[in-house]
């Protein structure tokens, strides 16, 4: 019988929580957040970017592609 939880070393590593920074990163710049069956796109992009963009993504909405660029910072997606 177990009387505490059970050690798992490789949970509390490190390179567990950075395996998700880059896609965090992404979700940030873009401002992806879902709503209901949408996904609301508000890029947030600082001067050294100029474009950023993720493609086919899959989700309740279908599949919707995500910009953002220095010229436009308002919502860009394209339903498919």
Known sequence: ????????????S?????????????????????????LVVEPVLPECFGRVELLDIPGRWGRVDAMGSLDHRTEQTAGR
């Open 14 to 38: 490190p390179q567990a929580s950075a395996t998700g920074a880059p896609l965090l990163l992404v979700r940030t710049l873009l401002g992806l957040e879902p709503y209901g069956d949408d």
């Open 1 to 12: 019988m177990v009387t505490g939880p059970v050690p798992y070393p490789a949970a509390n």
